[in-house]
Structure formats: structure tokens, C-alpha cells
């Protein structure tokens, strides 16, 4: 069965960096497009990035543009976040999410998500 692991979380101070990072099983990785999704308490799952599967196409909330950037190592079944000049709002536990189909951007499948705490 198709499983998703991050890690990378923690807590950091405002105007710092962060790489999280997932490591996905189950499914031959690259046929399908990756996204980094975010909860923050109290507020809905909203996302932050996604990528297609050849990496060569990203988008991004108008939030973290700028500052976050995905990537994804098709040979190691990776995808990453880098987050740099973090803010307070941008606390969240964060999940990976791996698309139902090939080529869409229909999340069907969650990580089991990683806290980012930053302090002001």
C-alpha cells in the first residue's frame, strides 16, 4: 500500500529555515504529482506546494511564494520543502500528499504529518 513519511519538522525561530522532506513507498513515485499541504489549529487544510511528476512544473500559495520552494528526487522517491524566512503564521503541522491519478492534482494520499512551529 502506498505510505508517505515526513520529517524534517520543528521549531524554529521567525526568519529562519526549514527543510522538510517525504519519503514515499507503495507506488512507482514518478508517474505521480507530489504537494505539501498545511493545518494550521483551528483552520482548514490549505495547500502550499505542489510539483508534477518530471519536477519540471511547481505552484505554490500566494503565502509562501518567494519563500518555499518544492523539489522532488525521482530516484530516491523524494519530495521536498524548503522553507526559508519563516513567520509565525506560518505554524502548521505539515503533510505530504501523493495525486489519485498520474498527472492531476487529486490528492489521495496523506502523510501522517509533521509540526512547524515558529517562534516570533
Known amino acids: 500500500q502506498v505510505q508517505l513519511v515526513e520529517s524534517g519538522g520543528g521549531l524554529v525561530q521567525a526568519g529562519e529555515s526549514l527543510t522538510l522532506s517525504c519519503v514515499a513507498s507503495?507506488?512507482?513515485?514518478?508517474?505521480?504529482?507530489m504537494g505539501w499541504f498545511r493545518q494550521a489549529p483551528g483552520k482548514e487544510r490549505e495547500s502550499v506546494a505542489s510539483?508534477?511528476?518530471?519536477?519540471?512544473?511547481?505552484y505554490y500559495a500566494d503565502s509562501v511564494k518567494g519563500r518555499f520552494t518544492i523539489s522532488r528526487d525521482n530516484a530516491k522517491n523524494m519530495v521536498y520543502l524548503k522553507m526559508n524566512s519563516l513567520k509565525p503564521e506560518d505554524t502548521a503541522v505539515y503533510y505530504c500528499?501523493?495525486?489519485?491519478?498520474?498527472?492531476?492534482?487529486?490528492?489521495?494520499?496523506w502523510g501522517q504529518g509533521t509540526q512547524v512551529t515558529v517562534s516570533s
Open positions: 507503495g507506488r512507482i513515485f514518478v508517474n505521480y504529482a
Open positions: 510539483i508534477n511528476r518530471s519536477g519540471t512544473a511547481r
Open positions: 500528499a501523493q495525486s489519485k491519478f498520474g498527472g492531476d492534482y487529486v490528492w489521495e494520499y
